[in-house]
């Protein structure tokens, strides 16, 4: 009898120790799930993926200055994603909406908040990105329609024009696009209406290869890039001299220069034959002052400028697409394919001693 009562409590000890540290073991199980799931919620921003955002100000695509952009995100123009690459920076912005400034063209933009002068200048930016969607409709006798800038340098003084645009530009139902860059004259005298941009291919088309009616296309570029195919470019401005670096796997490199403080365009008879064809006759026959941009504070930019408003090819045909932006409704837009998306990987940005605040900029276009 003893033996069984001594056996039972030895089962009865050994049970209870048992479940001691079996709800141990499912107490610690359930804190690690606990802290997993938070760990697996913490949001990634974009600082983290590209840590230089305390050199930028953010533009987003309602026309809104969200200011340094550090732990900063919003779900409908600048957030994180992420696939078999790593992590990436998404910008977005509809055809339609609320814009900044003086532009007709929303955009999830960065704006550097430093400025540098061209004939000092020290000043370097680069970055690697793919374009994952271009608007969907658009006029195609229109050079801007279907088309995103996703990098600039930009005055911030007296008429700010943009020495360097660099444009991703794609057509429906084609699988390739072209990259090309544009150097917008800075115009002499204090009438900026007869301004001008010229524009130089980099794979594919330039901006001046356009469709023979509202919806017939060029031919797809051999050598272009599509959608979510991954390029980089450099952009450098040195005493006085911008050099361009394009680079794309399965592509040739692409290198150019432009002298920034001495002009080319000074005379009627420089004006070149792309311009003669697209901006004389809508009347931008402009020339541009000697001294091109000396002595103006400039700044990059870098993000997705959507170049395809809603505005009647009537109003100028170059820039104006006539696409869809369903009254601004963003979700509408986003929903059929009405926007343009940009997501970066990398980017890097190396300001020269000589920079000053950008301040009078944003004080202007805010």
Same mark, same amino acid.
């Given at each position: 009898?003893?033996?069984? /009562? ?18 141990c ?27 230089f ?14 200011g340094?952009?550090?732990d ?7 957030y994180?994603?992420?696939?078999? @690459? ?35 200048a ?5 970055a ?14 229109v050079a ?28 429906? +139902? ?10 917008? /004259? ?12 010229y524009?130089? @291919?980099?794979? +594919? ?5 356009? +469709? ?8 797809? =570029?051999?050598?272009?890039? @599509?959608?979510?195919?991954e ?39 420089? /004006? ?6 697209? #901006?004389?006759p ?9 001294? @091109? ?5 400039? #700044? #990059? ?8 408003n809603?505005?009647? =090819? ?9 696409a ?6 963003i ?15 990398t ?14 900029? #944003?004080?202007?276009?805010?």
């Amino acid at each position: 009898m003893k033996t069984q /009562i001594s056996t039972s409590l030895s089962t009865f000890l050994a049970l209870g120790v048992f479940l001691l540290l079996s709800s141990c073991f499912d107490t610690d199980k359930k804190e690690s799930k606990k802290e997993t799931q938070i760990e697996e919620q913490k949001t990634v921003y974009a600082s983290d993926v590209i840590p230089f955002f305390d050199q930028w100000k953010l533009i987003l695509g309602d026309g809104s200055n969200a200011g340094i952009a550090t732990d900063f995100e919003n779900k409908d123009f600048f957030y994180t994603t992420n696939d078999s @690459a790593g992590n990436w920076v998404v910008f977005k912005a509809p055809n339609g909406g609320d814009t900044h400034g003086t532009s007709n063209n929303t955009r999830t933009e960065l704006a550097q908040t430093k400025k540098w002068f061209p004939k000092t200048a020290n000043d370097k930016l680069t970055a690697t990105l793919k374009v994952m969607n271009v608007s969907a409709t658009g006029d195609a006798r229109v050079a801007a329609s279907h088309a995103v800038v996703v990098g600039q340098i930009h005055s911030a003084d007296k008429h700010e024009n943009e020495p360097l645009k660099i444009f991703y530009k794609k057509y429906p +139902g084609q699988t390739k696009g072209s990259v090309f860059w544009h150097y917008e /004259i800075n115009t002499a005298g204090d009438d900026n209406s007869g301004r001008w941009d010229y524009s130089s @291919a980099v794979w +594919g088309n330039d901006f001046s290869v356009v +469709g023979t009616d509202e919806n017939t296309y060029p031919e797809e =570029p051999k050598d272009g890039i @599509a959608l979510g195919e991954e390029f980089s470019y450099e952009i450098e401005v040195k005493d006085g001299i911008m050099s361009l670096t394009f680079i794309s796997e399965g592509h040739e490199t692409k290198t150019f220069t432009k002298n920034l403080i001495e002009s080319e365009y000074t005379t009627k008879a420089d /004006i070149p034959e792309q311009t003669q064809k697209l #901006f004389v006759p809508i009347g931008q026959d402009g020339v541009e002052r000697k001294a @091109a941009y000396t002595g103006e504070g400039c #700044f #990059f930019k870098l993000g997705a400028y959507n170049q395809t408003n809603g505005k009647s =090819p009537e109003t100028n045909k170059n820039w104006c697409s006539g696409a869809e932006t369903h009254g601004g409704d963003i979700k509408k837009q986003y929903a059929d394919g009405n926007y343009a998306e940009v997501w970066f990987k990398t980017g890097s940005i190396s300001v020269s001693d000589a920079a000053v605040s950008n301040d009078g900029y #944003f004080a202007k276009n805010d």
